[in-house]
């Protein structure tokens, strides 16, 4: 395993998720269940997200290196205008109240809200850009995973704190800044 892979992918990962709807619905699961429950949920649906995120980057891998760097700059290009021009609409990804309040219905329920609010996301772009670009599946599948885990859980235990002391203009800044730069090494690797 790379650690520079990882600390890169960790970063890039949980700096974009932060401002995420995602993050937004695991709060929202978070208050009403028991956390140990959804974050299982979360978490799952992270690895699912992760593991299709780590496919598509493998199949990006296999086109010559210059166009694997010219898609990847071109990607974090648009990631960085995404999270730019990001607006909250207010629009939350609602879940179907369980029937009770067991593991298996609430880790289901945050499972499914999850899955479907992270399938085609940003950080899903993202992770799989980096696999492209890095060729290191464990690196970045565990970067991003821990770090998609890390901001649902901070998000299940109290992500209104965070924004207490950080806003998220601040937040969704650094991570545009990182995505530009890492679009600008891509786009300076495929026309040298």
Not at 77 to 89: R, T
Not at 131 to 144: E, I, Q
Request: proline letters at 3%; charged letters at 10%.
């Amino acid at each position: 395993m790379d650690l520079t892979v990882f600390a890169v992918t960790f970063g890039i990962i949980f700096l974009a998720e932060l401002p995420d709807k995602t993050a937004l619905a695991a709060l929202m699961l978070g208050t009403r269940y028991r956390a140990a429950y959804v974050f299982a949920g979360v978490a799952a649906a992270m690895a699912l997200q992760v593991g299709l995120a780590l496919a598509a980057g493998s199949l990006l891998s296999l086109l010559p290196h210059r166009w694997v760097e010219g898609i990847s700059g071109v990607l974090f290009l648009a990631g960085a205008v995404m999270l730019l021009l990001h607006k909250d609409d207010g629009e939350g990804h609602e879940a179907k109240e369980p029937s009770s309040t067991g593991f298996w219905k609430v880790a289901g329920a945050s499972f499914l809200v999850v899955a479907v609010a992270e399938f085609g996301d940003l950080t899903q772009i993202m992770t799989a850009n980096l696999a492209a670009k890095y060729a290191d599946p464990l690196s970045v599948g565990l970067g991003a995973w821990l770090a998609l885990c890390a901001v649902g859980g901070l998000a299940i235990l109290g992500g209104q704190k965070l924004l207490r002391y950080v806003p998220m203009k601040v937040i969704i800044r650094v991570a545009a800044a990182a995505m530009l730069v890492l679009a600008a090494i891509s786009i300076v690797g495929a026309l040298a």
